[in-house]
């Protein structure tokens, strides 16, 4: 881990005798206390504190769910019921767990949008970021595998088109991508088989996402903490002690998220999800159109404005693994996107692009959405395999501090000349 001089000094016999035969407490206090933090971190670095914070949440009610939850496609629907009206504070779990999701996938587009912005993918955070990337991934996996279980008919038929989508395979090797989903159903349909193992692996994953987060953070503390400015710690004004002063803009930060995520917990806990789910899942009667939750409307809208079915799944899926490249993608070698003026058009347009994508993944696919969806889609990879190499090879940049001090010192003309 990321080495400096701990300020740890065990206070009494008993500290002292952990220290000497398990030092946990002094590698905590040397990366959570005087762990060294940019001085010039903004909110959007809260972001990672929130993120754990979320998983945590989102452990600790599923479990509480689990208790009466009953995964048979008999009686799942009405176990979610019984939990929302005769459970002790059944509502408030499953309100907490539901909504959660959504804010902790909003988070992560916040985390993942402020790496982008500020080049932290960038060397020598290939690593970190790579994680990140997996997090992502196994998030998805795991929402995905959530949203089956109340056995609404949004649950049933999500599951039904995603799992069919590996029916493409057949185009290349026949019969293979309908045995690949009936491997995945366990039957010849959606059904409690499908259910009851979706709810093995939903239980499962989050605490292997705990594992990787573990190792997301390890990779951060070895290479350090980038900042807005994109430039290293090169002196010891460069930085704060991460205790305080990071940990306390974190829990202001916690403060204000957990506030809003509050309003729709109390106030309106379905605004997020679809009515149809409180309709119990019926395979006779399909949805007039079969919408994902809103996390997933952009990969959804790229999926549909590909004609062919197989190559649809290659660009979304695609879409998703292309940031793994990301950090070699990008050739510039200037951090942070507020240095650099011509890439921060692009970059907006990417994000504009994202949301586009978004918005065009909830309407029907038909007509001048399906080919809005197309430009849109063919600008997300226009950006990740060409904007982003060409535009590092040409752009010069705004000149660069010489240090993270000197542009916090700049900044404030109220603030002193020497620190
Ligand atoms: C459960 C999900 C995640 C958790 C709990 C988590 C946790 C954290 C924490 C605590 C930090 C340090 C604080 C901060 O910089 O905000 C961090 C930094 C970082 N994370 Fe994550 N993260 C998650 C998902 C992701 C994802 C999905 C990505 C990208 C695809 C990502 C990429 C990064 C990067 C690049 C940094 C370094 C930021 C910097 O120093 O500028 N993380 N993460």
Redesign the pocket.
Known sequence: MASHESSYRPTSRFTKWIDDRLPLPRMMHGQFVDFPTPRNLNYL?????L??FF?VIQIVTGIVLAMHYVPSAHDAFNSVEHIRRDVNYGWLIRNIHAVGASFFFLA?YI??A??LY?G??KAP?EI??IL??V??LL?MATAFMGYSLPWGQMSFWAVTVITNLFSSVDAVIPGLGTRIVEWLWGGYAVSGTTLNRFYALHYLLPFV?AGV?GL??WA?HVVG???PTGLDIKSPSDAVPMAPFAIMKDLFGLSVFVLVFAWFVFFMPDYLGHADNYIEANPLSTPPHIVPEWYFLPYYAILRAIPDKLLGVIAMFSSILL?IFVPWLDTSRIRSTKYRPVYKIFFWLFIFTVVALGYLGAKPAEGVYVQWARVFTAYYFLHLLVVLPIVGVMETGRPLPNSITEAVLKKGSAAPKTR
């Open positions: 670095w809260t972001t990672g504190g993120l754990t998983l992560a985390h993942i402020r790496g500020y932290s993918y955070r970190l970021w990140g990337v997090i992502f998030m996402i987060v997301h953070i951060l903490q980038n900042n940031l």
